[in-house]
């Protein structure tokens, strides 16, 4: 007999299949904020599952009223039909794609958890790595995404973007999306939430996670440096990525605050004489405003030698760009996160 205090999930459907692949995709999810019980016969869950649940949720056409003795705080049906048959429940489509299906079973939930998501330590250092460069069109978001996508093959890398216009259409969300907006709202309102909120709002290309940029650049400009840092530090305490590679622009409050906070720096330029002028004036702001340090460790590249990228975001892990991509994570795993300078023009 499980304890009083466990925090169970009981899914329950007869289609044998789906019940199975559902469960398997839920318990490779890390920090999910239940045990999970899976029954494919209503009779056998209601004579094992005698206790009180935190959430039941169970296929369309497999509901019946005396599931109601189980008493969850949450009854969840898997809708089949498009047709929300019984009120008083909620309801989420069952034939979408499993990520959607958790992350509205966890917006669900946020609705009447009342304790915060326990930290499993994990003593996992979290490098950031920020991008950022006062050279307009210089292939910085191509060069992030690469290196994200790169880094993510190996280790747990995480991937934000901060410019106004965020340029790549893959990550955009669409206006039903949340995103790093909804995030910040989350965080100054449900701090002891924050973990399973991020999970609602995470995306994922292959084994990369994201935060879907902010729809409107706009909003970038009413966040506090404070705010950001708060982020950052949110996101480094939950001890869940090794690499966070951070896309950045001055649309945003605390620049330099972030980039002071970085492992590594790197900014990408061209080899045209105002784009060398900004660069320089640039340099002169950090030293005037006694943020030398972050000079000592970036590392300033130009990519001219690339005159096409891919239009898939898959594709950016081939080719020349990521030869040099890779070569450059090497340095990052072989030092530790070791600060250095680098100049180099290629």
């Known amino acids: 007999m499980r304890e009083k205090s466990s925090k169970v999930l009981v899914l329950c459907d007869t289609e044998e299949e789906y019940a199975q692949l559902m469960t398997e995709f839920m318990k490779k999810r890390k920090n999910l904020p239940w045990e999970l019980h899976t029954y494919t016969n209503v009779q056998d869950m209601l004579s094992v599952e005698k206790q009180e649940v935190e959430m039941l949720v169970v296929s369309e056409s497999d509901y019946e009223p005396e599931l109601q003795s189980l008493c969850p705080k949450r009854l969840v049906i898997l809708n089949e039909s498009g047709v929300m048959k019984w009120e008083n429940l909620f309801y989420v489509d069952k034939y979408q794609e499993?990520?959607?299906?958790?992350?509205?079973?966890l917006g669900l939930y946020m609705e009447i958890a009342d304790i915060q998501l326990p930290?499993?330590?994990?003593?996992?250092?979290?490098?950031?790595?920020?991008?950022?460069?006062?050279?307009?069109?210089c292939m910085q978001t191509s060069f992030a995404i690469t290196m994200s996508l790169l880094l993510a093959e190996k280790h747990p890398t995480l991937y934000l973007n901060f410019e106004h216009y965020a340029g790549s259409g893959e990550l955009l969300p669409d206006m039903q999306t949340l995103?790093?907006?909804?995030?910040?709202?989350?965080?100054?309102?449900?701090?002891?939430?924050?973990?399973?909120?991020?999970?609602?709002?995470?995306?994922?290309?292959?084994?990369?996670?994201?935060?879907?940029?902010?729809?409107?650049?706009?909003?970038?400009?009413?966040?506090?440096?404070?705010?950001?840092?708060e982020l950052l530090t949110k996101i480094e305490e939950l001890e869940e990525y090794e690499y966070v590679i951070l896309d950045l622009s001055e649309s945003m409050q605390g620049l330099f605050e972030i980039l002071r906070m970085c492992t590594k720096v790197y900014t990408l330029t061209r080899e045209d004489r105002i784009a060398q002028g900004k660069l320089l004036q640039y340099e002169q702001i950090l030293a005037l405003y006694e943020y030398g340090d972050i000079l000592g460790k970036t590392k300033r590249l130009s990519l001219s030698h690339i005159r096409k990228l891919p239009e898939e975001l898959e594709q950016l892990t081939k080719g020349d760009m990521a030869e040099l991509v890779k070569g450059l994570i090497q340095d990052i795993e072989e030092h530790g996160g070791k600060e250095e300078r680098w100049n180099i023009q290629i």
């Open 98 to 105: 499993a990520e959607e299906i958790v992350k509205q079973l």
């Open 119 to 137: 930290i499993l330590r994990t003593n996992r250092r979290t490098v950031f790595i920020g991008n950022y460069s006062p050279v307009r069109r």
């Open 179 to 229: 995103d790093m907006a909804d995030l910040l709202y989350f965080l100054n309102a449900q701090k002891d939430k924050f973990r399973l909120r991020l999970q609602t709002i995470l995306k994922r290309r292959g084994n990369l996670a994201y935060i879907p940029p902010m729809k409107s650049g706009q909003n970038l400009l009413t966040v506090t440096a404070a705010e950001w840092m």
